[in-house]
């Protein structure tokens, strides 16, 4: 299994399909909440539907286009969100989303572990360049990307298409240079597998 650790208390682990149940769970006990900002969180959630996903982002990792990862605590045993990479390997490039779970939402789970994944794609991938796009009224995820240090670079309108509405996407990056010379690698954090 690939972990990703990111400090004492969360661990990144790749979703598998033995994930695909308590993954289910936490999305509808999210559901409503995610909808507002995810056009995929708009149609309901099943165990087959997340199987799906999950097979096909390790279709992905395994071609290297995608990192898809669970947040966990308490040593792997509690699930609390996802932070995923998808990759362009042509363009050296990749882009960011993260979701956490309502109960350990303003916490920091979502910056340290965007943090954490931001870093090993820059030193272990190589990547120059890591794009967040989120809708313009997310303001806790524009506050992520502020927090990381992204530079805002535009907005996309009508970026993100839900059933019923467009919205407009804000547009955020990083490259591996402004990112070194932050100082934000991980400090004391190895990826382990198991």
Not at 16 to 23: F, T
Not at 34 to 39: F, H, M, T
Not at 48 to 66: H, K, N, P, V
Not at 139 to 165: C, D, H, K, Y
Request: proline share 3%; charged share 30%.
């Amino acid at each position: 299994m690939f972990e990703l650790p990111v400090d004492d208390e969360i661990t990144l682990v790749l979703a598998e399909d033995r994930h695909a149940r308590v993954m289910t769970d936490l999305i509808v006990r999210n559901q409503a909440r995610l909808a507002r900002w995810e056009p995929w969180a708009e149609h309901p959630a099943t165990l087959e539907s997340t199987r799906a996903y999950i097979r096909a982002a390790l279709d992905d990792f395994a071609r290297g286009r995608q990192i898809s990862t669970i947040i966990t605590v308490d040593g792997g045993r509690r699930f609390i969100g996802r932070c995923g990479m998808r990759i362009n390997p042509q363009l050296g490039s990749g882009d960011i989303g993260y979701w956490i779970d309502e109960e350990y939402e303003g916490r920091g789970y979502t910056s340290r572990s965007s943090r954490a994944l931001i870093s090993s794609v820059f030193d272990e991938l190589g990547l120059s360049k890591v794009d967040l796009r989120t809708s313009v009224g997310n303001e806790r995820s524009r506050a992520v990307a502020e927090r990381l240090g992204f530079t805002f670079e535009g907005i996309l309108p009508r970026g993100l298409q839900f059933m019923n509405r467009a919205d407009d996407v804000a547009l955020y990056a990083v490259t591996a240079r402004q990112w070194l010379a932050a100082g934000k690698p991980r400090e004391n954090v190895s990826q382990r597998s198991r």
